[in-house]
Nanobody, 123 residues
Framework: EVQLQASGGGLVQAGGTLRLSCAAS????????IGWSRQVPGKEREGVACFSTYDGATYYSDSAKGRFTISKDTAQNTVYLQMNSLKPEDTSIYYC????????????????WGQGTLVTVSS
């Protein structure tokens, strides 16, 4: 059973930083695309960042480029999202996401996702 346990969300002021963590289990870590999606209640989920299954290259959404950095610790089956220069529009529930199809992570509808962690950025 695929399990994705996200943590690290919280309340931060605009311009601040947060680091999200995701502990993954139930699948071979390097065989899946893994990353982060986010969703504001009532809106569509969007892909934020992910690692490719093919070459380990990273993808970032336009809103994440230059501010967010995805990283992973394969030995610990953990993926991180370092978020810098946070903006109020980054306020959302952030989900750790995984699947065999990277494109689904990029488009915001991954095959698997965890329970989410809330990030609130105050202005």
């Amino acid at each position: 059973e695929v399990q994705l346990q996200a943590s690290g969300g919280g309340l931060v002021q605009a311009g601040g930083t947060l680091r999200l963590s995701c502990a993954a289990s139930g699948f071979t870590f390097d065989d899946y695309a893994i990353g982060w999606s986010r969703q504001v209640p009532g809106k569509e989920r969007e892909g934020v960042a992910c690692f490719s299954t093919y070459d380990g290259a990273t993808y970032y959404s336009d809103s994440a480029k230059g501010r967010f950095t995805i990283s992973k610790d394969t030995a610990q089956n953990t993926v991180y999202l370092q978020m810098n220069s946070l903006k109020p529009e980054d306020t959302s529930i952030y989900y750790c996401a995984a699947g065999l199809h990277e494109i689904r992570l990029r488009l915001g509808f991954p095959e698997y996702w965890g329970q989410g962690t809330l990030v609130t950025v105050s202005s």
